[in-house]
Structure formats: C-alpha cells, structure tokens
C-alpha cells in the first residue's frame, strides 16, 4: 500500500531519532594524524575536538592557569596503526643555520632546557624536491635532546603551518584540560609511561613535545620558553 505524506514524515523522523540516540550512545571519537615511518594515532574523548587538526579554542574563554602550573590528563594508551611512509633523499636536504631555521619557521623552536640535557646534534633543514630545487615536500622538524644517563629527555616535534608527521595515542572517556601558557592553549597527556606529552600551536607552527624525566615545573618552563 502506497504510504501518504504522514506516514513518510513519521518514518523520515523516526530514523532521525534513531540516528541521534546512536550518536548520543558514541563516547570517543578519533582524530588522526599522519607519520613519517609509522604512526600512532590520537583518539580523544567528543569534546577535545579536532585539536589536532589545528582548530584550537579561544585562549580567552580558558582561565589563565599558567601561575597554578599545569594540567596534565591522565589517558590510556591505544593501538599502534601505519600510514603511508615518506621517503626522503638526501639530496633534497636543504642544510639552515639556527638562525635560517628559526627565519623559515617564523618562530622560535628551539626550547631553553635544564643544564643537564645536551641536543643530539641532528641537522637543521628541509627536503625539496628535484635535487633541493623544487616545491618542499617534508618540513617536519624533529630535535632531540637527553641527559648523559639517558634517564631524562625531551623530543621537540612540529612544522610550519600544520600537523608534524608525527603524534601519539590518547584514549579518554572525558574532554582533555588544557593550560594556558603565554596566551597559548596546550594539552598535556600523561600516558602512565613515565613520558608526558604536550600539544600546542605558536606563531602559526604545530608543536607536539615528549618529556621524560622532568618535573612539572621544568616541563612548563620549557613550553613557556617556546610560547614567549
């Protein structure tokens, strides 16, 4: 039997309903990143929402805890997952000084640290296709930084107007805290490994930091340093 308008309206709003009541029963959502090699992927709770694809929130409707020190989340570990892989030659690399470095980035990413943690020494720079002549394909900068016994270290990630090739996983049933610091919305996870990792833009450049080893307080200088 052909249905009339109401029964075609009851039926449209019933799988509305039924749609919404699914969403509703949904509590994690997942935002994912790409990586250099392999990647892990950041799944946060609904209302962390997309941080990681670079829409932050308005630091003005944030209190200002930067004087109370920081908020770290605590949140479980997930899954490892892949993604393509980016392959690099070294003769695309474009060797910068510190100073072209901070130039091209149009920030300062270079974190001031505790005495004892002494940088890797990798090279600065950025890989363009064509021998170094062509359009940049892989901007992504990785510094690294460890005490002589290894017991503490901090690992500075980011790149110049979008995600680094790189993130982490987070599983929380609830929205992350953020910190304010500087003016500048930063998420801080701990993932009950020992490390906690911080997330945060600056000048236009997505920063995402792992520390190992270091207190609250050294932890907030550090950001507070790349967010003056």
């Known amino acids: 039997m052909m249905k009339n308008h109401s029964d075609v309206a ?10 919404n009541a699914a969403q509703r029963r949904r509590k994690k959502t997942a935002v994912k990143a790409g990586s250099f090699i392999a ?9 962390f929402g997309i941080f990681k694809s670079g829409i932050l929130r308005n630091s003005n409707e944030i209190p200002d805890n930067a004087q109370t ?21 070294l003769e695309d690399f474009i060797e910068f000084s510190r ?11 270079f974190p001031e640290l505790p005495a004892d943690l ?5 090279k600065n720079g950025i890989y363009r296709k064509d021998k170094g002549t062509g359009e940049i394909y892989f901007s992504t900068f990785t510094l690294r930084y460890r005490s002589s016994d290894s017991s503490r270290s901090v690992e500075v990630k980011g790149d110049k107007g979008q995600k680094p090739f ?19 919305t930063v998420f801080f996870e701990d993932f009950g490994s020992g490390s906690i990792y ?31």
Do not use: M, W
């Not at 009851?10 to 749609?19: A, H, K, M, Q, S």
């Open 10 to 19: 009851n039926n449209v709003f019933r799988r509305r309903d039924e749609y």
């Open 39 to 47: 990647c892990l992927c950041l799944i946060a709770a609904a209302g």
């Open 69 to 89: 020190g920081i908020k770290i989340n605590k949140v479980a570990s997930g899954s490892a997952s892949t993604s393509p892989d980016i392959y690099t030659s």
């Open 99 to 109: 100073q072209e470095t901070v130039e091209y980035y149009g920030s300062n990413i």
């Open 118 to 122: 002494h940088e890797s020494g990798d």
């Open 166 to 184: 790189s993130c982490v996983v987070a599983i929380s049933d609830e929205p992350l805290e953020p910190t304010v610091i500087n003016g500048e």
């Open 198 to 228: 911080a997330e945060f833009t600056h000048n236009n450049v997505f920063f995402e930091i792992s520390f190992h080893g270091l207190s609250e307080e050294e932890i907030f200088n550090v950001v507070s340093s790349l967010t003056k």
